[in-house]
């Protein structure tokens, strides 16, 4: 009972509780620990929590099962990152449905600064395999970690294709990690490890292999990233699936468009169609969009601006964005006691003297 993960792992093995109503009862009781020390009435109190649950927990019979998760924690020296740890990735820790409990192998550092998503058919055509690896090979200089799901097809494509140009990738499993499903991926997982990437799940090893896992694993594929590519699908995909997560968590989306009357293009249409990706015709676009490009471009010297004929107010709003990597608007009309429409003219005024460059989400740096 002394290890730090016990409580947390025990609250996993509660029947019906869910991930929801493991956050409220965390959060109303200060730690998972505390959970276990409540009175049925002070259970009841918290929403989401009926008798059925509150007796669940009070009734709980579970050491054995926990102690037996921790050995095979130990024994196959995982890390086990709860959504209040630091190393938890952080993009998913603002998914409301993020999972207690991630179960990792591997060292990679799940907070990138780069992040993306690539899912599609598990059916791939030369095509699709053709794209990811020619996405792979224009993103090996921006230090891009590419997140898939270990699946046949795009998926497996993903990850051979980040390996194969020395970029980090992420396999998020639908099962524990005591298997490896399909099992003829288990060389590409080895690759993956000795390469120094990673395996996770949110899956315990004695989780039920499930068929119901595949569609609530696409969520942590989705939140793990900046963005979502789907490369080829059917219109009820898994990958569209993905893709309708993705924009739940107001994450970017792009999709490759295909031939009309292909089957696996149907999907990737479909969602440009219906203005639930942006089209994607190569790796510039994704880049492009979301801004990548600003950083493998050589900085100006700021000082030689300065010497530009630049107003007080200018110089001042410089001042601000010269020790950040980008700031918001609103952050810089605080900063600088700027009104609105000042901040929107000195923006712009510098913006178009290539003084400084605007980032989505009303953000900027300098150019």
Known sequence: MNHPLHHLIALSFIPNLGTLNTKNLIAYCGSAEAVFKQSRGKLLKIPGIGSFVADSILKANI?????????????????????????????????ADSPILIFVKGTTDLNPKKSIA????????????????????ECKHFDIQIVSGL????????????????????????????????????SLAKQMLESGSALLTEYSSQSAFLPSNFPMRNRIVAGMCDASIIVESAQKGGAVITANIANSYNRDVFAVPGRPRDTYAKGCNFLIKTHKAQLAESAADIIQYLSWDVDQK???????????????????????????????????????????????????????????????????TLA
């Open 63 to 95: 050491g054995r099962q926990v102690e037996e998760e921790l050995r095979f924690i130990e024994q196959h020296q995982l890390r086990v990152l709860s959504y209040l740890d630091a190393d938890y990735p952080k993009r998913l820790s603002h998914c």
């Open 118 to 137: 690539i899912v599609g058919t598990r059916k791939a055509t030369k095509f699709g395999r053709d794209w990811v690896e020619k996405f792979a090979e």
């Open 151 to 186: 699946a046949l097809g795009i998926d497996a494509q993903a990850h051979k294709s980040a390996l194969a140009h020395g970029l980090n990738t992420v396999g998020v499993l639908a099962h524990p990690l005591n298997i490896l499903y399909p099992s003829s991926h288990t």
């Open 298 to 364: 050589p900085k100006r010297k700021i000082q030689r601006e300065l010497a530009l004929d630049l107003s007080e107010d200018e110089t001042k709003l410089i001042g601000f964005l010269k020790d950040s990597e980008g700031l918001a608007s609103d952050d810089l009309m605080l900063k600088c006691q700027f009104s609105g429409s000042k901040i929107a003219g000195v923006l712009l005024e510098l913006e178009l003297r290539g003084i400084i460059h605007s980032l989505p989400g009303s953000r900027f």
